[in-house]
Each structure stands twice: as C-alpha cells, then as structure tokens.
C-alpha cells in the first residue's frame, strides 16, 4: 500500500515547519496499517484520530492523525468540530496551523467556517494560513467581514498579515486615506512608514464605499439582499458648523467621537444640538464610559438636508437627506451615503475613532453596524448608548425576539458564546457576580436577537445589550468596551 502524500497534504506539511524533519520521517517510514485513503476512516478509526489529536502526543503523530482528516468522507460535522478545536486550543502552533489548514481545504465555500478561522487566527504569523482566510471571507461585502479584516489590520504581531489586511481593506471596501492614517496613527515601524506612503499614494482618491450591511449569517452564504433604497447619489450636504463638547486632550492619545445628523433642516440644527448633548451626557453616564471621561474627546457636525427626516422607502417615502439614512423594513436602518459621513466627519480636523449618525425622524429604529444609527424620537438615549455599543466594541444583542435555534461556530460578539463549559468560555474569569450591578454572571441561553436556542448570553436580563433602557452594561461587556478604549486611544 502506497501513502498518498500529494497536494494538499504536501501544503500542509511543509507549513509544519517546527516538525518538518521528524514529521517526514515518520511519515516516510510509516507502517502499512496508518491509512490516509476516505475508505480507512470509520467509527472506530475516527475516535482513535481523535484521541490522537486530543492527548499529550508528538507533532509527528498528530500530523499523521490530520493527514488522515484531510480528504476523509466520514462525517463533516464530527471532523469539523475536531478541527475547530483544535484550532481553538491546541498548544503546538504547528498544529493549530495544520487543523486551520484542514478546515480551510475541507470547507473552501464556508463563510462561516472563514469567519472562525479569522476570530482565532489573529495570533498566528504564517500569511500562508491567513492570508487565504483573508481573501476567502473579503467577497462578502459585509460589516462582520470588515470588522474582522480591520481586527487583524490593527492587532495581528505580523507585519505580512497586517499588510494583506490593510491592501483587502482597500481592494474590497474601498478603505480611504482616513482610515489608513488612523491606522498608521496606531502602528509601530516599520509598518507605520508603509501606512503613510500608502495614504499619500491614495491622497485625492475619491472612497464610496457604499453600504456595509450586517452578514446576519444564520447559515452559509445567507446575507442580507435586494435591499430597496431611495436614489441618494445626487443628495444634497451642507455643513453649517461644528462644536467640540469635550476636548481631554490630543486625538493622538484620546478616543474621538464624531456625532453628525442627518434629515435636519437648517431649521432644525438647534434641535440637533440639543440631541447630540442628550447623547453625551447618556452615554458618559454608563459604566465604562464614565469613569473613562477623561480619555475621549466629543465632537459634533452640524449636517444641514434639504428635506426633514429620512427615507422609508417600504413605504415610498423618499427624502432629499444629506446622508442616506434608511429604513430597511421594520426598526433597521441603513446608510446609503457613507462617503458624506465620512467626510462631514472629517470637518472637525481629527481621525474620529467612531463616528454616530443621529437621525431626525419621529420612527422608531436604531443599527449598530459600521457607525451607529438611530432616531431621535423619546428613546433617543438608551437606543442610542446600545447601538454604540454594537459599533464601538462589537457587542451583540443580548434579547431575544424569536425561537430560532442558533446552529453557527462561535460568535464573534465577546458578549456571546456556544460554549457552556466554563474552561472554554470567553467569560470564565467573571464567572458569579457583577460587582457592580449584583447580577449572576453565568450562561443563559438566547440572544443574537433571532436564536432563542444553541446561543448563551453572560446575564439573565442585567445589560444594556439585552435591555436598552437598562442603566448599565453587563460585566462582559464592559471588559469589551474597556478593551477598545485601551486600542483606540
């Protein structure tokens, strides 16, 4: 009997640099009975695989172990969760890069599998393993995916890796000068000199990016689409002027916030005022946010439209807003038109680390996806600090509003997990009580807003992610916010 050591497997062996000479020897050396052919795998052979992989062996033998995964026909659910944890946990970096490169090969059309592979790879240094993750999940123009590629943009420890980051940023999401020099801001050299050349290179460039939905995957290749929208690309923007609120200190070393409107007659730029204001004092008077004061900056654009309000073109209400703010059926709302918030945003001289788009339109509605959206109708305040949420430190929802069963790999919200064992839970550290709030901090199942099963949550109801109207954020959560507000700075 012949080992067929060919293609894939000989990509993944030579990615095993650590244990290349030994791996090949034992490999080369091995006796008839390690069977690497589909037909070999069953029940019985699988469980030994597993336990191959899973115990306290040599690199040697569990890259046999993979070998043998690599092409097998037994069930994809059983070797998929065996790849993921072992990505996931295992403490040879050789083999979480094998086990990564497994699963990639074995679920090539896998958004989900693609967007795992992202969330724990961000520690590896090998391009040849991420890089390929990076160009699998950049076809799907979505928030989760260019939050994910800009994760690894800003806190990859390798230089290659940052570097296909920030390029698919470009290519695929038409990223702009302001975001390169934010980023170049937030970079050591030598990869901050690079930033610099690229920003002067792309310098004049004119960036529509155009709309970033939510993936919302439920399952693969599900995504928002046929949205209906109102034609906004000869929409008007008037700018009447800026304030600055808070002001700590330079935006080199603060977290700044850049709130504009949008669907506010030059009439009505008093009434955004006094909207933005109720903004900040609700949002600095949540935990992190308030005892962290002193670390942003709080700026606002007073952005005139001709007409009031925003567009519901569910029900054919189409206006001349400045922005492009949307309803996309029920309370989501879009932005068509983030080329001008971006560059309103820029009016205030500064690389704003978050920019908030307070819509004036009586409907309720609210969206935490790239900049936060909301109405500035009576719950201007709670939805308002919970979309921020969403956006600022990638919050997900916490409520629940149908039974679905969650059925995806983990999350890539830090407020969410598959998991219930508490060795493997995000929030293993803050299990028992929130000190602040008293809450149980546990795992209780639902959230994501669709999926009453298969997904738990880290309190029952105590968090402005579950409730809006709730006072704080949970413990979890403001380890989250905390955690961007360190970044950003």
Aim: proline share 3%.
């Amino acid at each position: 009997m012949k080992l067929r050591i060919k293609g894939k497997k000989i990509e993944l062996l030579m990615l095993l640099k650590g244990a290349s000479k030994v791996v090949l020897f034992v490999i080369l050396t091995a006796i008839p009975s390690i069977a690497f052919s589909s037909s070999r795998v069953n029940d019985e052979r699988f469980l030994g695989l597993k336990n191959t992989l899973l115990s306290d062996n040599s690199d040697a033998l569990k890259v046999i172990a993979l070998l043998a995964l690599q092409e097998s026909d037994y069930d994809s659910n059983s070797i998929n969760t065996l790849l993921m944890s072992l990505v996931s946990n295992e403490r040879s970096p050789e083999i979480r890069k094998g086990a990564a490169i497994i699963l990639r090969n074995r679920n090539s059309g896998s958004f989900a599998v693609a967007m795992f592979l992202m969330e724990h790879l961000v520690r590896e240094q090998d391009l040849s393993v991420t890089g390929s993750i990076i160009r699998t999940v950049a076809k799907y123009n979505c928030f989760e995916v260019y939050r994910a590629i800009r994760g690894l943009a800003y806190s990859s420890n390798s230089i290659d890796v940052k570097r296909e980051a920030v390029y698919t940023l470009i290519d695929m999401f038409n990223m702009g000068v302001d975001e390169i020099r934010n980023l170049a801001d937030h970079s050591v050299e030598p990869f901050r000199s690079e930033l610099i050349s690229l920003e002067k290179m792309f310098m004049g460039r004119k960036i529509d990016r155009g709309i970033i939905t939510d993936c919302q995957v439920v399952s693969d290749n599900q995504t928002i689409t046929n949205l209906q929208t109102c034609d906004n690309t000869e929409a008007d923007m008037e700018i009447a002027g800026t304030h600055t609120y808070v002001r700590n200190g330079s935006p080199m070393n603060k977290v700044d916030i850049v709130v504009v409107g949008d669907g506010y007659t030059i009439g009505e730029i008093p009434r955004f005022r006094e909207d933005v204001v109720d903004l900040k004092n609700a949002l600095f008077d949540h935990e992190p946010f308030k005892s962290r004061f002193n670390e942003f900056n709080f700026h606002c654009v007073d952005v005139v439209s001709v007409e009031s309000g925003v567009d519901r073109p569910l029900e054919n209400i189409c206006r001349n807003n400045a922005l492009g703010v949307f309803y996309n059926g029920g309370t989501q709302m879009l932005i068509s038109r983030k080329d001008h918030v971006r560059q309103a945003a820029r009016r205030i001289g500064v690389n704003a680390d978050l920019i908030v788009v307070i819509a004036n339109d009586s409907k309720t509605g609210g969206t935490g996806f790239l900049y936060p959206v909301f109405n500035n109708g009576s719950n201007l305040k709670n939805t308002g600090v919970h979309e921020i949420g969403h956006s600022f430190a990638v919050l997900g929802d916490e409520y629940v509003q149908n039974s679905l069963t969650y059925e995806g790999f983990e999350p890539v919200w830090p407020n969410l997990t598959v998991h219930t064992d508490p060795s493997r839970s995000k929030w293993k550290d803050l299990l028992g009580t929130d000190p602040f709030t008293g809450a149980t901090v546990d795992f209780f199942e639902g959230g994501a807003g669709e999926f009453k099963y298969g997904i738990w949550r880290p309190t029952k109801n105590e968090c402005k992610m579950n409730v809006s109207g709730y006072s704080h954020f949970c413990i979890v959560c403001r380890r989250a916010i905390n955690r961007m507000i360190d970044l950003r700075k």
